[in-house]
């Protein structure tokens, strides 16, 4: 079973800055079945990212995803105040079915 | 428009059988690659994905959660059914019931979620 690894825990920035939040999988998976989502204070998660780099329908973009086998990325150029909130990779590989990671909460 | 909208109680006894029911509109059930899965999160912690049912009645469950799952459909009517046996203070959390679709499995619309507490 693969098991996603999200590094910082918390990242405390400013309205403005650029954050990188990081997904390390304990082994090799297709970019095509890696996911980001935000989730925002007392809301459902949201899908941001999919196939690793491609942005979801609504996504602003300011965000960017990249990486491939174990190490992928989100980036958020330039963070608005909406943009603060927790982030989640997801790996969906179908069978058994889906593992996310911890989190990333980014604040203030 | 999609949307799902859980229902279910918001509490149960230990070792009592949760039912939790998704109604969901804006597409159905029986189109290729179209799925319905639930995800639940405890309070202060990470997503948890539970189960999914596929067009086809195809269903999978979470490893290690499987021997107290069952997820069924009705198509007729649009909704999604999950039972977990034998609840347990753990399993206090908020359930989502989240659409799913296409080769890749996105989780693409997510219910609101309803949260349920476990407690005696």
Known sequence: ?108 | QVTLRESGPALVKPTQTLTLTCSFSGFSLRSSGMCVGWVRQPPGKALEWLARIDWDDDKYYNTSLRTRLTISKDTSNNQVVLSMTNMDPVDTARYYCVRIRGIHLLMDVWGQGTTVTVSS
Do not use: M, N
Request: aromatic fraction near 10%; proline fraction near 6%; charged fraction near 15%.
């Open chain 1, 1 to 108: 079973e693969i098991v996603l690894t999200q590094s910082p825990g918390t990242l405390s920035l400013s309205p403005g800055e650029r954050a990188t939040l990081s997904c390390r999988a304990s082994q090799s998976v297709r970019s095509s079945d890696l996911a980001w989502f935000q989730q925002k204070s007392g809301q459902a998660p949201r899908l941001l990212i999919y196939g690793a780099s491609s942005r979801a329908t609504g996504t602003p973009d300011r965000f960017s995803g990249s990486g491939s086998g174990t190490d992928f990325s989100l980036s958020i150029s330039g963070l608005e105040p909406e943009d603060f909130a927790v982030y989640y990779c997801q790996h969906a590989d179908g069978s058994p079915g889906f593992t996310f990671g911890p989190g990333t909460k980014v604040d203030l």
